[in-house]
């Protein structure tokens, strides 16, 4: 009979992400529950979870982003981008994204990194998004503001998620090789990488056709708005 319990750490990962709890912690808490299932040692559990975390050491680097950003945007990254694009007549939400969308997976299909939400999104993508927005409203509301910053985002994951394996060297496509020549399953890296460039394309044509009504329905919303304050104006004018 199989014995299922060592899975507990799935069960446990998916209820806690789903409470939307701390990650590191669901994680933390779901490694040392899948051991103790496991009868493994809790120094042993404890040894492990160190080993991994000085092995990929690396991951902590993200930390340093965070300051530099602050610079950045202390000395006026953010009204830079927004003046920027204020200057462009033909830019708007929709080609931003999609500008940065393509140029992100082909990076990515290089084996580049140049973007992430600390480093491009929140300080470039976004203000630079939301200005040509105000190009053609002028009064953006917080929650028209709040979803051009969740489209900005979106471009993010699209661009990174559905186009990392495109390139033979990263971890990703590196995990799932590993995995399969294990089981005796003898396929090459450059066959998975295309048979992950029709997603990516596929991830990218969803996403134009998407920021494309988003904007479409922020225009028309605007355009009912300036029309409802025309015609306020014009009944107080003639009130008077």
Excluded at 2 to 25: E, R
Excluded at 48 to 69: A, D, E, K, V
Excluded at 204 to 229: C, D, H, P
Aim: aromatic fraction near 6%; glycine fraction near 8%.
């Amino acid at each position: 009979m199989i014995d299922f319990w060592p899975l507990i750490g799935i069960v446990v990962i998916t209820v806690g992400l789903a409470l939307k709890l701390n990650t590191l912690l669901v994680i933390l808490v779901a490694g040392v529950a899948t051991g103790l299932v496991a009868d493994i040692a809790v120094m042993e559990i404890l040894s492990i979870l160190g080993q991994s975390f000085t092995q990929n050491r690396y991951m902590s680097l993200f930390i340093l982003i965070l300051p530099m950003i602050g610079i950045l945007e202390r000395f006026g990254l953010r009204q830079r981008a927004e003046a920027l694009i204020g200057s462009m007549k033909k830019a708007s939400v929709s080609k931003i994204l999609m500008t940065y969308l393509l140029l992100r997976k082909a990076t990515n299909g290089m084996g580049l990194s140049i973007g992430g939400h600390p480093s491009m999104i929140r300080p470039l993508i976004a203000p630079m998004a939301e200005a040509a927005a105000e190009k053609d409203c002028p009064n953006l509301s917080d929650e028209k503001r709040q979803s051009i910053r969740a489209l900005s985002a979106a471009s993010e994951n699209f661009g990174n998620f559905f186009s990392q394996l495109l390139f033979i060297g990263t971890g990703g496509i590196l995990l799932i090789k590993g995995v399969m020549t294990d089981n005796q399953l003898d396929v090459k890296l450059e066959t998975m990488a295309l048979w992950a460039l029709p997603t990516a394309v596929a991830s990218f044509v969803l996403f134009v056709i998407f920021s494309k009504i988003v904007e479409v329905r922020l225009l028309k919303s605007s355009t009912n708005q300036s029309a409802s304050a025309t015609a306020n104006a014009d009944a107080q004018k003639e009130g008077q």
